[in-house]
């Protein structure tokens, strides 16, 4: 029997007031019901940014796959932390599969330019085309697992 798939949660709901504990519950159970591991950061147990950093990191590389949540985070950009993690991930070739609660296109959101004169990508893309691989962008985490459950659940 092989073993079981791992997915690396990625996303900023650990800055929520609960910690993300009720995104997190949920996903846990979604993942419990096919059978796949949750690599969740909340549940490192280190202290202190590097140690945090490399714990997410080791958790990444050792992942099947990511789901990241690139939805609006103390801006209209998704959280930066996240970014880094889906670069990672993409980096190592790992499948991606990422989702926003905002799924517009930059110009939709910021118009043709910014507040200071910066110009704004216009490729239909709801964030920045690093963090763009090509594939769909969910609108939800539980659109993203069920791609992933679909398409890369028996591989």
Wanted: with cysteine; glycine share 8%.
């Amino acid at each position: 029997m092989p073993a079981p798939k791992s997915i690396y949660i990625a996303g900023p709901a650990v800055f929520h007031p609960d910690h993300g504990e009720k995104y997190y519950s949920k996903v846990r159970a979604l993942l419990s019901e096919k059978g796949v591991v949750p690599l969740i950061p909340v549940d490192n147990v280190v202290s202190g940014a590097l140690d945090i950093r490399n714990k997410n990191i080791e958790m990444i590389q050792a992942c099947d796959a990511v789901i990241a949540d690139l939805s609006p985070f103390r801006s209209k950009e998704p959280d930066c932390g996240t970014a880094f993690e889906v670069g990672y991930a993409a980096a190592l070739g790992k499948p991606l599969l990422t989702f926003s609660s905002d799924t517009r296109s930059m110009v939709d959101k910021y118009g043709g330019e910014m507040a200071e004169g910066l110009s704004v990508e216009n490729f239909g893309l709801p964030f920045n085309l690093m963090l763009h691989d090509g594939t769909h962008v969910f609108d939800s985490f539980e659109a993203a697992f069920e791609h992933f459950v679909e398409h890369h659940l028996s591989s």
